[in-house]
Each structure stands twice: as C-alpha cells, then as structure tokens.
C-alpha cells in the first residue's frame, strides 16, 4: 500500500522541523533569563530585607515557582516593588518554559507518527522485516550491541526505540521493502505469527538483495525447507529452541545459565568471523590455540562443528564462532 501525504500534512511536517530547530535553542535561553530573575531577586530582596542572601533566594524560588509559604514577606515599599518584578517576570518565564517543553514532547511524539524521529542508517544496519512477539526483544539486543537497526512493519512508530529507524508498511509489499534499501543492510531477519508471510518477506529480500543474508524465524519444516532452498542462511523455530533448551536445563541445570552468560554479558561478545588465510588448512584445535578469545566451533556450508571428538580442518569460505573480550 502506498502512502501518499496530503498537502496540510507535509505542511506539519515542515513546521514540525521548524519547532525541532529553534525549540532547544529558545527552552536554554528562557531557563538562563529565569535563573538570572532569581538570582537578582534574591540579592535585591536580601539587601532591600536586611535578611542572608541564602534566605532571598529561598524566597526567590519559593515565588518563582507560585508556593508562596508566606513564612518570608517584604516589610517595606522596596520590598514589594522587588517581590512584584519578581512575580511579573520570574512566573511567566517559568510558565513558557514547561510550556515549550511540554510542546517539545508533543512534537516529538507526532514526528515519531509521522517517521520523522529518525533518519536511515548512513552505515551498515541489521534489518528487521516484520513482526513477532520476540522482535522486541530481538531490537533491544541489537541495539545493545551497538547496531544500527531498520524495522519494516506495519506498527506505530511510536511503540519503537527512537533509536530504531521505522518503515511502517505492510513488510510483504514490495514497494514497503524497497524502502528500507535491504542492498545496503548487512544481515536481515525474517520474522511473522504467519509462517506464509516469513516466506512471502523471504522471497521478495532474495529478489530486491539476492547477497544479502538472511535469516528467519519459522515453526514449519516445509516452510523451513522452502527457505532454505531460496537462500535463507538460517531457519530458526522460537518453540523448538526454547524447549531444547529448558530440557537441557532439566538435565544438566546450570545449561541455560551458560547458554545466557554466552549470548548476554558485558565481559564478552560473540562474533562470527572469516577464517583467515593462514588458517586455512589447519584444524580447529590448533586455531583454538592460536586465536584470541574461546573458539567456539566453525561454520561449514552453513553447518556449525563443535570439534567435540572430532577435530575438524578449516577450508577456505569457513567461519569461526568466537566469544571474545568485549572492548571497553
């Protein structure tokens, strides 16, 4: 479905861009002029009261902000000449000041509506095509770990990160997919309640990015093996995984507290990397010995080998799971 703005929103839009200009500029300038009313309000009623300047400012703030509690009061004329400027230009400044910042939050709030909040990636991005219930948690993750990310889905804007770039749209439409410029995106997952919808995203990636990697979230072996064949790197079944692992962790406890501790730390991070040249040829128990970090085993043709009691050699093409030392 294509969107085509009418003439008075793109008129808000360009006004929304104004406000988002000039407002942090005019909230710093209103805040300098009240704290100065408050600061010289204070020492003129202190000197005008006989009273510490620390009492003026307290009452300075105290009718500033329209407490009032009456317990410090002007004795004289002078006083209340002071205690009158005070209220006629301290009060408003304040009031312009929430008002402008309550302004400021509405905007944002509408730009965000409107897919102004923020702009396409200008590096290498993680693109998230649809919606699943761990998409969420998948955004955070990968947010966490610094990547820039691009969500293509058709969800309030709002409801995102506004560290997240949003294509709102239908994601199996491929004018939506165009969008999110998936030529540009070093890896991208797949992810839908529907698994016919996983593989409709899937096929139209592969056509608009045939290089581009992928991978999806799927419950059907069928479905499972039709990715597959379309060049899907990695199929993998939210239900299965979960159950694997709580099963594993009925038999040996501590499993899921080390399958956390590998994927969730801040000691280290898990990274995939090439083999290097100079690996090449050499088995995996010699490169874990060699390699910085803890190898934890290699992908072959998208297969991953532990080397447990087996010690595979690497082949040219081969990639390395790694956990290694997060940096600082």
Do not use: C
């Not at 294509?2 to 000039?22: C, F, H, Q």
């Not at 694997?244 to 969730?264: C, F, I, M, N, Q």
């Amino acid at each position: 479905m294509r969107i085509t703005w009418p003439s008075k929103t793109v008129g808000m839009l360009l006004l929304l861009r104004l406000i988002k200009v000039s407002r942090r500029r005019h909230i710093l300038m209103l805040l300098a002029a009240l704290v100065g009313v408050v600061f010289a309000g204070a020492a003129a009623f202190a000197a005008t009261q006989h009273i510490p300047f620390t009492t003026g400012l307290y009452w300075a703030i105290t009718t500033a902000s329209t407490v009032g509690y009456g317990d410090v009061t002007p004795h004289n004329a002078s006083g209340r000449v002071v205690a009158s400027a005070v209220m006629l230009t301290a009060i408003p400044l304040l009031g312009a000041t929430f008002a402008l910042m309550t302004g400021a939050a509405a905007a944002a709030g509408l730009r965000r509506f409107l897919q102004m909040g923020t702009t396409f990636p200008s590096g290498g991005y993680r693109l998230v095509v649809g919606m699943h219930p761990t998409v969420p948690a998948i955004i955070e993750e990968l947010v966490k770990a610094d990547d820039a990310v691009v969500l293509v889905a058709d969800v309030d804007p709002t409801s995102i990160r506004e560290d997240v770039h949003v294509v709102r749209g239908d994601p199996t439409d491929r004018a939506t997919l165009r969008k999110a410029r998936p030529e540009g995106a070093q890896h991208a997952l797949v992810a839908a309640v529907n698994d016919g919808d996983v593989l409709i995203m899937a096929v139209l990636l592969h056509e608009l990015a045939p290089e581009l990697p992928v991978s999806a979230l799927s419950n059907s072996g069928p479905v499972s093996e039709a990715l597959t064949a379309i060049g899907v790197k990695q199929t993998i079944s939210v239900e299965e995984l979960v159950a694997h692992t709580l099963a594993k962790s009925l038999e040996t406890p501590h499993a899921g507290d080390l399958l956390l501790r590998l994927v969730d730390s801040e000691e280290h991070r898990l990274v995939e990397t090439e083999a290097e040249a100079a690996e090449v040829g050499k088995p995996l128990s010699s490169v874990r010995e060699d390699r910085k970090g803890l190898v934890l085993g290699l992908v072959h043709d998208g297969s991953v080998q532990l080397g447990i009691g087996t010690d595979p050699v690497l082949a040219v093409g081969d990639r390395l799971l790694v956990a290694e030392p997060a940096v600082k």
